[in-house]
């Protein structure tokens, strides 16, 4: 019932920037904490960042602290996913989650999410 829908994707060469939009289809993101996880090839899906429904709460890996920034626009139900600095490692489908209700339990963990995209693709090239 909740189609979230992902977009912004792309190949840029390395040090290039992309910004990733998820929007949701039939249904408000105001309920919902949100959050990007990205899956590369022949590994596991990682945690990219989350933010709260207010989006006054953000969760980044530790790694991509400084390069990554989530945030949220509740008028255009829309959140965000700005990514600087690409680095060939950053290479992966990257998926929008959404969450019902607040984020409290680990939102590193992709089984806390109820609803997913089908992905968008982030090339970087050396």
């Known amino acids: 019932q909740v189609v979230l829908v992902e977009s912004g994707g792309g190949l840029v060469q390395a040090g290039g920037s992309l910004r990733l939009s998820c929007a949701p289809s039939?249904?408000?993101?105001?309920?919902?904490?949100m959050a990007w996880f990205r899956q590369g090839p022949g590994k596991e899906r990682e945690f990219v960042a989350a933010?709260?429904?207010?989006?006054?709460?953000?969760y980044y890996a530790d790694s991509l602290k400084g390069r990554f920034t989530i945030s949220r626009d509740t008028a255009k139900n829309t959140v965000y996913l700005k990514m600087n600095s690409l680095k060939p490692e950053d290479t992966a489908v990257y998926y929008c989650?959404?969450?019902?209700?607040?984020?409290?339990?680990?939102?590193?963990?992709?089984?806390?999410?109820?609803?997913w995209g089908q992905g968008t693709q982030v090339t970087v090239s050396s």
């Open positions: 933010i709260s429904r207010s989006g006054i709460t953000t």
């Open positions: 039939g249904r408000t993101m105001s309920n919902y904490g």
């Open positions: 989650a959404a969450k019902v209700g607040p984020l409290i339990t680990d939102v590193r963990t992709p089984t806390v999410y109820d609803y």
